[in-house]
């Protein structure tokens, strides 16, 4: 049985994964709209769930982690990537982008709105050039290195410090493009 899910997979399917879509000329796995809940897969099903670039297309996003919490097993690693606020609306079908704030309302002790779904945040990482897989095959070869080179350096001070970079200084630099939060799911017996 794969433990593994990767949800909103589009055209970009994993091997070893569930793989959940709407539609998809690729056929995911599992058919589902993302914005129906409940998702079809059991409590505790998934020891690892990636979403890559869907939660800015949903309609509740803190909705959609209530659900990833359901099916999540304990010790699951949720890796969401998504939109940065500084860039989030660059596609016509963003309806929102996100921020370094988005974790803390996974927080218990976070007191500005805590969503009842208690994740551990084991990483945050800002990315200026993202989503290389799909920009090798848009961009020549020269602007796809030019950038992958040119957003290691800004990633680099970003990550520094992404609340300092996310409330300072990301529109200097245009803006990022990804944001990527790393959770884990701690269930209590």
Not at 79 to 87: D, N, Q, T, V
Request: aromatic share 16%; charged share 25%; glycine share 8%.
């Amino acid at each position: 049985m794969k433990n593994k899910l990767n949800l909103g997979c589009g055209e970009f399917k994993k091997d070893g994964y569930v793989n959940v879509d709407c539609f998809s000329v690729s056929e995911p796995d599992v058919t589902h709209d993302l914005n129906s809940f409940p998702y079809p897969f059991e409590d505790n099903s998934f020891l690892v769930v990636e979403a890559d670039h869907l939660l800015e297309h949903l309609d509740d996003p803190f909705m959609v982690m209530r659900e990833l919490y359901r099916i999540s097993a304990d010790g699951c690693q949720i890796k969401l990537r998504m939109p940065h606020f500084s860039r989030g609306f660059t596609h016509s079908q963003h309806r929102r982008g996100f921020d370094v704030s988005f974790p803390l309302y996974f927080d218990p002790t976070f007191p500005g709105g805590y969503q009842g779904v208690p994740l551990k945040l084991e990483n945050m990482t800002l990315r200026w050039f993202a989503q290389p897989y799909l920009k090798k095959r848009v961009l020549p070869p020269l602007f796809y290195f030019g950038g992958r080179t040119l957003g290691r350096v800004i990633d680099f001070f970003a990550n520094l410090s992404p609340f300092v970079c996310s409330r300072l200084w990301c529109f200097w630099v245009g803006g990022f493009e990804e944001i990527e939060i790393v959770f884990r799911v701690e269930k209590k017996s």
